[in-house]
Nanobody
Framework: QVQLVESGGGLVQPGGSLRLTCTVP????????INWFRQAPGKQRELVAF???????MYVDPVKGRFTISRDNAKNTVYLEMNNLKPEDTAVYYC?????WGQGTQVTVSS
């Protein structure tokens, strides 16, 4: 049974930072692209960033330069470091590996 476990969401003020964490089963961690998605209220779920097994990364334009995706192979863990957060970053953030999704973690950016 595959289970992705997310953590790190919360409430922050504009300009603040959060680090999201997703732990991934070893069986699918090493050889697959790992993605972060988000879904804001009333909007479609959208890709935010991904990282390949070789360490290549991609970010969508709204988060480019502010978010960093990384992986710790020893811990089977992927991170999304979010800096200079804006209210429009408010969403539920999800980790995804192939067809498997995490439970989502709420990020709220508000004064």
């Amino acid at each position: 049974q595959v289970q992705l476990v997310e953590s790190g969401g919360g409430l922050v003020q504009p300009g603040g930072s959060l680090r999201l964490t997703c732990t991934v089963p070893e069986s699918i961690f090493a050889n697959n692209i790992i993605n972060w998605f988000r879904q804001a209220p009333g909007k479609q779920r959208e890709l935010v960033a991904f990282i390949t097994s070789g360490g290549s990364t991609m970010y969508v334009d709204p988060v480019k330069g502010r978010f960093t995706i990384s992986r710790d192979n020893a811990k089977n863990t992927v991170y999304l470091e979010m800096n200079n957060l804006k209210p429009e970053d408010t969403a539920v953030y999800y980790c995804r590996v192939i067809q498997y999704w995490g439970q989502g973690t709420q990020v709220t950016v508000s004064s």
